[in-house]
């Protein structure tokens, strides 16, 4: 019996490509295609690629309390929020353990739409909710295609006046092809790009029109599973992939620090009163390991789930890697030892066919400075 109970209007598309609509958080999502991934990789990092993202969840959180529910449930500063303005955050559970990630939309003064993936976002905000004045909505019919690569602002800029205004974690409400939208500067690429949520009915034209239109420019269809290779290289974590929930310590239940994942960052400063932040202070310098990179000495990539090793002890375990065709570098993310995320650790990645060198790398490994995805005009 199939888990997925989630449905795509773009799901004849990604078969007409090739999928076979494996399941990904509840919905079949098109996890191959009948083409070459390096093709899809290589078109998003030089010219753009369209791809169905749909499985995302999408919250409205509305009501008199929705900032509120929003702030205990989120490492975020909400009132700092802005209409027309997202900002990344974490979600985590009493024992200040990472549970979910998730993007903020703030749509109007008691308005909101919170983004997240396969995790329990929507539980969070749920259990948040009880005995306040607002309305926590999944919704379902609101789908998202994602438009990512350095021609992504030229090709909708022909179409979306005022889009090349659009900053970094903004998002406006227009039309595309005169069906209703909202278009976020958002993505999960490194790249400059943009979401557009859309009706599920309208999202087959709007998928259709791209693909047609953006042959010119180079702009082709790609599969959710590209992601992988352009989220190594933009250090963009992928919950439960990156997470203790698949590699878990020994004795312990699955949970990881924000210090751990290196996600630290997204707690606004000062803040308390949201959901597990005593825990999440007094665990900071309690790390049992690190998220870092790691390059290997080889032109292939590492096996999923590949243990690392330094001189003879296991320190760590790949937990996604790539190779990149366009700079020909062997690349992972690691959940390494503390003493072993340090660049230049030499290290040992054991696959299947062999014991590869390798050594440790700080994230991302592309455009460290952020210069491309926050680049303007």
Not at 147 to 162: F, I, R, S, T
Not at 338 to 349: F, H, K, N, S
Request: glycine residues 10%; aromatic residues 10%; contains cysteine.
């Amino acid at each position: 019996m199939t888990a997925s109970w989630r449905f795509s209007t773009l799901a004849d598309r990604h078969r007409a490509l090739g999928s076979n609509l494996e399941d990904w958080s509840g919905m079949g999502t098109a996890w191959s295609y009948d083409k070459d991934a390096d093709e899809e990789y290589v078109a998003i990092r030089t010219k753009a690629g369209i791809m169905d993202v749909s499985g995302l969840k999408k919250v409205h959180v509305t009501g008199a309390h929705a900032s509120h529910v929003i702030d205990l449930a989120t490492t975020r500063n909400v009132e700092k929020i802005y209409p027309g303005k997202s900002v990344y955050a974490c979600m985590l559970n009493d024992a200040g353990k990472f549970t979910d990630d998730c993007v903020i939309y703030r749509m109007g003064p008691n308005s909101w739409m919170v983004v997240h993936g396969s995790g329990s976002g929507h539980e969070e905000l749920t259990r948040a909710s009880i005995g306040r004045d607002v309305s926590v909505r999944f919704d379902d019919n609101l789908h998202d295609l994602s438009l990512q690569g350095p021609v992504a602002v030229d090709y909708l800029a022909k179409h979306v006046p005022g889009i090349r205004d659009l900053n970094y974690f903004h998002h406006m409400q227009t039309r595309l092809f005169g069906f209703p939208v909202m278009i976020s500067r958002t993505g999960y690429t490194g790249e400059r790009g943009y979401e557009i949520f859309c009706r599920g009915q309208d999202a087959p034209a709007i998928w259709d029109t791209i693909v047609d239109e953006g042959k010119e420019m180079g702009i082709i269809p790609t599969r959710f599973t590209t992601l992988d290779m352009l989220r190594v290289e933009s250090y963009l974590l992928f919950y439960p992939y990156d997470n203790s929930q698949k590699y878990p310590f020994e004795n312990e239940g699955p949970g990881d620090t924000l210090w751990e994942l290196g996600l630290d960052f997204t707690v606004s400063p000062g803040k308390t009163g949201f959901r597990g932040a005593e825990e999440h202070y007094r665990l900071k310098g309690k790390e049992r390991f690190k998220i870092f990179g790691i390059e290997l000495d080889s032109d292939k990539p590492a096996d999923e789930g590949a243990p690392v090793y330094r001189d003879g002890k296991k320190v760590g375990v790949v937990t996604c890697a790539m190779y990149s065709p366009l700079v020909k570098r062997s690349l992972g993310i690691a959940r390494l030892d503390v003493d072993c995320a340090v660049a230049g650790t030499p290290l040992e990645v054991r696959n299947e066919s062999g014991t590869v060198k390798a050594k440790a790398q700080p994230l991302p490994f592309d455009d460290p400075k952020k210069l491309k995805r926050t680049a303007k005009g």
